[in-house]
């Protein structure tokens, strides 16, 4: 009878359940449209407001309207939008964090206002975690950990942080005791769904628009920033990104990267080793400590060089919560820098690395025609592009700006800019160019670098960490020429050093031949050819040991100068072996 009752009141409680899930369908959907209408009127209102003062009102002869009121407008989108995306979180806040980080294109005063979305992410009621994280783990709180605190350590878009303790068998079996535990907000699937499908629709807009879709393809940015977004939010994919990181700077004392504890990370979880230490933006910290924030610059760029070029696996979000600096235990003075966050990595295809090694190259070397050719080969300029006048211009370019740093560019009188903009804005502005899908979060973790490194150091260069890079480069670019020159003319030395035997394979056939006719002028014509063919190899011989000491005179130079010497010998076989000769 209990059984009954009990069977009894389940069936009469179901419907009661299904409708309440029904409602809370029904008011996410709802909510979910709420959030997708306004991003897009936010949108569309920039875009109305954009429209009417860079393009009708100039083509009305008020174009110094729309000049002296930029500053002001831009700044006042950029706060509604930083209120937009703070009240609605999600992909907004990554939205705002990518723009805060574009200092090459936006102003100081955009970005600044933007910046704060770093850090003011409102952080999720901790009844809401404890319950996604123990319907992830398949265990209350109490049993997974010796200790959680409930007070987030840090809280971002897409999760947050929060410190805890290993009990005793995982810190047996890990070697960890402190940990940190991130977990994501509840419904995030469904905000990234909504925010995506607003962002495609925004791309869409942009796609109709000529000046726009003449330089960039705005719904694959759109798909790549989803595919990345959806990288980000399976902590399974952060976890194994975290230990590629690690494994690429096994060798590297400078670097360092959290252990992933394994046992007590899900999709939706992920359990760290607790690495938390100064932060790499906090100079007084870095100064008690006894760090010189200038020294970090350094570090910092040519470990982010490093990514780039060696590993071509980068992390892609190193802002001021990702990264910190670990003084040693020792405490001889000695630090490393330790990266956290791995949901946002940008992996670097080969074309697009020795595009961009070109394109360092061809700086280093104030080189206008080979940046132009990497900007072609990175597929940022069209091939189809005319380019006499932008090499020209980066020519110009070179002479007065080359190598200058952020600092010292500062400090330029702003008619020298003004004054190349005259001349070659048109230029410029009518280039094909485009932004190629793979470089956003590249552009992105650049963009931080040199933010980063500005704010540790006034006077920070970024040419100083790329000038033994672009050094390195240099040489092995020279190592290849000469190894490729040296390789050909011996390739055509041994076909000339063949060349008398082939000749004397010729004769013998024809001794043994049954031909009757008298080949005594053809034997002397042919034994002439081959007096003319050594000499021949041994002018090749000379110019292959020449060039290559001369070569090597800079990385070897004991053994270009050995080269050199001995080039005599094939040269005086060339110029003294058909003396007296018929």
């Known amino acids: 009878m209990a059984d009954h009752d009990s069977e009894a009141s389940w069936q009469a ?9 029904t409602d809370d369908a029904a008011a996410g959907w709802r909510g979910g449209r709420a959030r997708y209408r306004r991003i897009l009127n936010f949108a569309a209102r920039a875009f109305v407001q954009t429209w009417w003062y860079e393009l009708v009102l100039p083509k009305l002869g008020m174009s110094r309207i729309a000049e002296s009121t930029r500053d002001a407008r831009m700044l006042r989108l950029a706060r509604r939008f930083r209120d937009l995306a703070v009240d609605l979180g999600g992909l907004m806040i990554k939205v705002g964090q990518f723009m805060s980080s574009r200092l090459d294109v ?4 955009i970005t600044a206002e933007l910046a704060g979305l770093q850090d003011e992410v409102p952080a999720v009621p901790f009844e809401q975690i404890r319950a996604l994280a123990e319907a992830q783990l398949g265990v209350p709180l109490e049993r997974a950990f010796a200790s959680f605190d409930p007070v987030p350590v840090a809280a971002a878009s897409l999760g947050q942080a929060h410190r805890a303790t290993l009990s005793e068998t995982d810190a047996a079996d890990t070697g960890l005791e402190r940990v940190v ?3 994501q907000r509840p419904a995030i699937d469904q905000i990234v769904a909504v925010d995506l499908a607003a962002l495609r629709r925004v791309a869409g807009w942009l796609r109709r628009v000529r000046v726009v879709s003449d330089r960039v393809d705005a719904p694959a940015l759109v798909e790549e920033f989803a595919q990345t977004c959806h990288e980000e939010i399976d902590y399974l994919h ?4 975290a230990e590629r990181f690690a494994e690429c700077f096994a060798d590297e004392p400078r670097v360092s990267a959290p252990a992933v504890v394994w046992e007590r990370t899900t999709r939706r979880v992920l359990t760290l080793e607790d690495v938390t230490a100064i932060k790499i933006n906090d100079t007084r910290g870095l100064r008690a400590a006894g760090i010189d924030p200038a020294d970090v610059a350094q570090v910092f760029a040519e470990v982010m060089l490093d990514q780039v070029f060696t590993h071509s696996f980068v992390h892609a979000d190193p802002h001021p919560g990702n990264i910190f600096v670990t003084p040693h235990d020792s405490g001889a003075g000695g630090w490393h820098l ?7 990595m940008a992996e670097v295809p080969d074309r697009l690395r020795d595009g961009l090694r070109s394109l360092i190259i061809a700086v ?3 080189n206008s025609r080979g940046l132009v050719a990497a900007a072609q080969e990175i597929g940022v300029l069209l091939p189809s592009a005319s380019t006499a006048e932008l090499e020209r211009a980066l020519t110009v370019l070179f002479a007065r700006f080359g190598g200058m740093g952020f600092n010292e560019l500062r400090d330029v009188d702003p008619r020298e800019f003004q004054a190349f903009a005259v001349e070659f804005g048109d230029t410029v502005r009518a280039l094909p160019v485009q932004l190629p899908e793979k470089l956003l979060l590249l552009m992105r973790a650049v963009s931080l670098t040199s933010g980063m490194c500005s704010s540790l150091d006034a006077t920070f260069n970024i040419w100083e960490p790329v000038e033994p890079y672009a050094t390195r480069l240099l040489r ?11 390789g050909q003319m011996l390739s055509n030395a041994g076909v000339l050093w063949r060349l008398p035997a082939e000749i004397d394979s010729v004769l013998t056939r024809l001794d043994q031949g049954a031909l009757t006719f008298d080949t005594s002028r053809l034997e002397r014509r042919l034994d002439r050819l081959v007096r003319i063919g050594k000499r021949a ?20 130079p004991v053994l270009g100068t050995i080269l050199m010497s001995v080039s005599a010998i094939p040269l005086l076989h060339a110029v003294f072996s058909g003396v007296g000769g018929r």
């Open 13 to 21: 409680e179901r419907p009661a359940a299904r409708d309440a899930r």
């Open 106 to 109: 936006l102003p100081p005063e």
């Open 181 to 183: 535990v991130k977990v």
């Open 238 to 241: 952060e976890a194994a990104s």
């Open 338 to 344: 330790t990266f956290v966050d791995f949901g946002m």
């Open 364 to 366: 280093a070397s104030r």
């Open 476 to 486: 092995a670019e020279s190592g290849n020429f000469a190894q490729d020159v040296a």
């Open 537 to 556: 190899v041994s002018a090749v011989l000379f110019a292959a040991m020449l060039i290559g000491g001369i070569l090597l005179l800079g990385p070897l």
